[in-house]
């Protein structure tokens, strides 16, 4: 069974804080997603990565940064947080088909 | 600009009744066309993909939808709705080139009363 893992379900987090999300996709899949979700505005595109080492801005990039060192593994990383982004923030990987297999969603509050 | 509108926000239907959630999209060729469903607190789900072909769609749980080019709507149906298919629904559209984002709607709530 095909899996997108993520590495906290709920994390709260204060303002300021560095902050981690962590993405584990085990079906060799090249091209991987960060989206964060909030009500009313469905799913924006943060960042995507299509190799290691590549990625891309999506529509919302400002105040986040990503990191893709393994191709299994796709890092989401707010430098400053912010309490504008406690959000519910969902990982996704990318079949050649395109469809898109997502993980459980990391549900951030910063405080 | 490429886009993905959901009309309706939020939908009540009672259960054993039949439910269509409406999807239209702008795009500049054809499109993949999508639609997910999140229960709370979960991860998204596929219910059913159009590529290309026979533009009725079966999907997972007793879901279809239907591609209408002339339309650009991909609407999704179910003859009689369950509790448990009480969720957000999301349609979304991506390109034929492998491994680009999809653009996704703002998605639809279902509540279902008994």
């Known amino acids: 069974d095909v899996k997108v893992t993520q590495s906290s379900r709920y994390l709260v987090k204060r303002t300021g804080e560095k902050v981690f999300l962590e993405c584990v996709q085990d079906?060799?899949?090249?091209?991987m997603f960060w989206y964060r979700q909030d009500p009313g505005l469905g799913l924006r595109l943060i960042y995507f990565s299509y190799d290691v080492k590549m990625k891309e801005k999506g529509d919302i990039p400002e105040g986040y940064s990503v990191s893709r060192e393994k191709k299994e593994r796709f890092s989401l990383i707010l430098e400053s947080a912010s309490t504008n982004q406690t959000s519910m923030y969902l990982c996704?990987?990318?079949?050649?088909?395109?469809?898109?297999?997502f993980g459980p969603g990391t549900r951030l509050t910063v405080l | 600009a490429q886009s993905v509108t959901q009309p309706d926000i939020h939908i009540t239907v009672s259960e054993g009744a039949s439910l269509e959630l409406r999807c239209n999209y702008s795009?500049?060729?054809?499109?993949?066309l999508f639609w997910y469903v999140q229960s709370p607190g979960q991860g998204l789900q596929l219910l059913l993909k159009y590529f290309s072909g026979d533009t009725l769609v079966q999907g997972i749980k007793g879901f279809e939808a239907e591609f209408k080019r002339s339309q650009s709507s991909f609407n999704l149906r179910k003859p009689s709705v369950h509790w448990s298919d009480a969720a957000e629904y999301f349609c979304a559209v991506g390109a034929h080139q492998a491994g680009t984002a999809l653009i996704f709607g703002k998605g639809t709530t279902l509540s279902v009363s008994s």
């Open positions: 795009y500049g060729a054809t499109p993949y």
């Open positions: 079906m060799d899949h090249e091209n």
């Open positions: 996704a990987s990318i079949r050649e088909d395109n469809e898109q297999f």
